[in-house]
């Protein structure tokens, strides 16, 4: 039928250009985006385990990038927080129980358990 947008794929752009020139255009440009957007997307994010035992983190100093997921697990016989500052707060950790966080403010961040304040480590996020 003449005048008809054919539908195979060997010509589904020519077809597209002259039946639809704002689809066209819009392919284009999404293809033209394509290296842009690949850069962009985040790799994929790691899980990193800290350890509480012992009245002590471990290990002590962890380096993570952003988007990472950070586990504490408390395998103490006491409480313990994972605190720093205004960056994050775990809130008491229960023996036997976990929490977690995603890592999004990129530098260093030193945090304490609140309950034993001679409990340090440091946690950088790249």
Known sequence: MPGTCRRSWARAVADAVRCAPGAARALRIALAALPWLASQAPATAATRTIEIDAMAFSPPAVTVRRGDRIVWINRDLVPHTATAGKVFDSGVIAPGRSWTT?????????????????????LRVE
């Open 102 to 122: 995603i890592a999004k403010t990129a530098g260093r961040h030193d945090y304490v358990c609140t309950l034993h304040p001679t409990m340090k480590a440091s």
